[in-house]
């Protein structure tokens, strides 16, 4: 009996599952974010560990100075009041890969484009007559999307084409940096990657209306738009750089992007992905970073945590507890 209790305390602690022990998270008035999460290291629970987890994994990857760092995230969020926090937090970055339709609703809504909530189980097709678009729980009328970012897009590209820096040809992430130099609210993702000199990478630039506004520039004036351009200065990040590390928000290209070029060399050395979606319909969304381990996308040794939630939720909490933003 004594051999069998034995073997059995050796195995568990092999899997972690008695070292640590369980604890009651407790809470008081006036208690600060930091505190709660302090509270909550090693209580064993669920997604809150993996979120505490995050939360040090990011702290040591800002306190790597010699890692280079990537934010990335979709345009959905950018809708919401979490475009606000994203905001403050590029200048932690080194760059931002992200999607064509953070550039809308960024523009949009530093033209003054109004979003307000709504709800999820609005009637669409009600909604659709009194041209409003609905976005989950928030809504916009067609004129406060689709109509600023038109008219926002024109004002800012007319500027570009006629100044006399106008290069007639440009990568997605400088396009970016013109708009960022023009655009003048204090609250919008662009504007501050410029003042920040944070570069933007929009693999998927024309999947959107600012790549749709950008095709019908181009059919009267004398530009053209090089995505290989930003390719290749994404290799070279991932050459040269020995250290690199990512926090990203939702799947698709712009997880991809991120994970894609840092294989090569050799994976990401820190790694956060904040997700709702399931692994087992074998998406790039659904997909955990231990899978991007058998791929050499982020290091055997790396350190990595898969947070399963709603970033809208999450992420101003572990931006709050964290020391560095």
């Not at 006036?30 to 987890?53: N, R, Y």
């Not at 059919?219 to 290799?235: A, G, V």
Request: net charge positive; hydrophobic share 40%; glycine share 10%.
């Amino acid at each position: 009996m004594k051999h069998t209790k034995s073997a059995r305390k050796t195995t568990a602690q092999k899997n972690g599952a008695a070292s640590v022990p369980v604890r009651d998270v407790r809470l008081k008035k006036g208690m600060k974010v930091e505190e709660l999460i302090k509270g909550m290291d090693k209580v064993g629970g669920f997604s809150a560990q993996h979120m505490v987890d995050g939360i040090k994994i990011l702290e040591k990857m800002k306190a790597d100075s010699s890692s280079f760092n990537f934010l990335s995230f979709p345009a959905c969020i950018i809708a919401t009041g979490i475009r606000g926090i994203i905001a403050d937090s590029v200048k932690h970055f080194n760059a931002i890969i992200t999607t064509c339709g953070t550039l809308d609703h960024d523009i949009a809504r530093a033209a003054g484009g109004k979003y307000v909530l709504g709800s999820f189980n609005a009637d669409d097709a009600e909604l659709h007559r009194k041209h409003i678009y609905r976005l989950g729980n928030v809504f916009m009328e067609d004129k406060e999307y689709g109509m600023a970012l038109e008219g926002k897009f024109k004002a800012i590209m007319d500027d570009i084409y006629t100044s006399k820096d106008y290069k007639k040809e440009y990568s997605p992430s400088e396009l970016a940096y013109e708009f960022g130099k023009r655009i003048k609210d204090s609250g919008s993702i662009l504007r501050q990657a410029y003042l920040n000199n944070v570069k933007v990478f929009i693999p998927g630039i024309v999947d959107g209306a600012f790549g749709t506004q950008l095709t019908l520039f181009s059919q009267d004036h004398d530009f053209k738009l090089n995505i290989l351009r930003d390719e290749l200065e994404l290799s070279n990040i991932a050459f040269d750089n020995k250290r690199t590390g990512a926090l990203m928000i939702g799947g698709g290209i712009s997880k991809h992007h991120v994970i894609w070029w840092n294989q090569f060399k050799g994976g990401l050395d820190y790694a956060v992905y904040i997700t709702t979606a399931t692994q087992y319909d074998g998406s790039l969304s659904g997909a955990r970073l231990t899978e991007a381990v058998s791929w050499g996308k982020i290091k055997e040794d790396a350190k990595y945590v898969t947070i399963d939630g709603d970033a809208t939720v999450i992420l101003p909490i572990m931006f709050a507890a964290s020391g560095i933003f």
